[in-house]
């Protein structure tokens, strides 16, 4: 019998996350439609390539090697962006899953989360676009050679602003992180100071790796990585006293 009802128990779950899944891709799905209507793939393509259009001389333009690449990469970009702005719905169905299974203390912290995660994901790809991205064309069009004609492929450039952009919308989620593994108890605030300088060089590293090989694209990932370390340290306390358990307070 208990058999039986862990096996509907398990069923109905996976019931549930697969609604949750529906409705956070029909959101997506519904944010591309409204993106493809107004203001259009092309345009926004236009918009995402203009840092890059920004460093190249006057009259560059970028390339397109494929036969449909000039169709394929501004749909590709629009889906991008489509889920980029549909992430607080996407969380939002995230949350609603596995809020039943907490208690009311522990739903005081999740919301909250949900809701600076959206923001801090945003944020990191905002603070690529209008701060990282013109930046580092600018330095790799100055280093390039005169003999060398900067024409870049779309394709190529679909590749490495996706690339960069879901690198800094995920560690500008570091505070998130910090928060959640305090509040779980894996971690304390004292010891997560203690390892402070291993984490700066874990931030230096790993801005090393998901980068480009120039100074200013790693600086500018891994300065932000400290701040928002500090942020979690200075966050964490608060959060673990909102949603303290009325036993532990």
Same mark, same amino acid.
């Given at each position: $019998?208990?058999?039986?009802?862990?096996?509907?128990?398990?069923?109905? +779950?996976?019931?549930?996350?697969?609604?949750?899944?529906?409705?956070?891709?029909?959101?997506?799905?519904?944010?591309?439609?409204? &993106?493809?209507?107004?203001?259009?793939? !092309?345009?926004?393509?236009?918009?995402?390539?203009?840092? $890059?259009?920004? *460093? &190249?001389?006057?009259?560059?333009?970028?390339?397109?090697?494929?036969?449909?690449?000039?169709?394929?990469?501004?749909?590709?970009?629009?889906?991008?962006?489509?889920?980029?702005?549909?992430?607080?719905?996407?969380?939002?169905?995230?949350?609603?899953?596995?809020?039943?299974?907490?208690?009311? +203390?522990?739903?005081?912290?999740?919301?909250? &989360?949900?809701? *600076?995660?959206?923001?801090?994901?945003?944020?990191?790809?905002?603070?690529?676009?209008?701060?990282?991205?013109?930046?580092?064309? +600018?330095?790799? *069009?100055?280093?390039?050679?005169?003999?060398?004609?900067?024409?870049?492929?779309?394709?190529?450039?679909?590749?490495?602003?996706?690339?960069? *952009?879901?690198?800094?919308?995920?560690?500008?989620?570091?505070?998130?992180?910090?928060?959640?593994?305090?509040?779980?108890?894996?971690?304390?605030?004292?010891? &997560?100071?203690?390892?402070?300088?291993?984490?700066?060089?874990?931030?230096?590293?790993?801005?090393?790796?998901?980068?480009?090989?120039?100074?200013?694209?790693?600086?500018?990932?891994?300065?932000?990585?400290?701040?928002?370390?500090?942020?979690?340290?200075?966050? !964490?306390?608060?959060?673990?006293?909102?949603?303290?358990?009325?036993?532990?307070?």
């Amino acid at each position: $019998m208990s058999e039986t009802k862990g096996e509907e128990t398990f069923i109905s +779950h996976l019931i549930e996350l697969r609604t949750r899944v529906v409705r956070a891709t029909f959101g997506i799905l519904v944010v591309a439609a409204v &993106l493809f209507m107004w203001p259009g793939p !092309a345009q926004i393509y236009d918009i995402i390539a203009q840092p $890059m259009m920004a *460093s &190249l001389p006057q009259g560059s333009k970028m390339i397109a090697t494929g036969v449909i690449a000039p169709f394929l990469v501004p749909m590709k970009v629009t889906l991008m962006i489509a889920f980029i702005l549909a992430l607080p719905w996407v969380f939002y169905q995230l949350w609603a899953f596995v809020a039943p299974g907490l208690y009311a +203390h522990e739903k005081r912290l999740v919301l909250p &989360l949900v809701v *600076s995660s959206s923001f801090l994901f945003i944020a990191g790809v905002a603070f690529c676009y209008f701060f990282v991205f013109g930046r580092v064309f +600018h330095f790799i *069009s100055d280093f390039a050679p005169e003999s060398i004609a900067v024409t870049p492929d779309i394709e190529n450039y679909l590749d490495f602003v996706m690339s960069m *952009s879901l690198a800094f919308g995920a560690t500008f989620e570091v505070p998130v992180v910090v928060v959640i593994l305090v509040r779980m108890g894996i971690v304390s605030v004292e010891k &997560l100071k203690e390892i402070r300088p291993y984490a700066i060089v874990g931030a230096f590293v790993i801005a090393a790796i998901v980068t480009p090989p120039d100074v200013v694209s790693q600086l500018a990932l891994a300065i932000p990585m400290c701040l928002l370390f500090e942020l979690g340290i200075w966050v !964490a306390p608060m959060f673990e006293r909102i949603t303290r358990a009325p036993d532990e307070a």
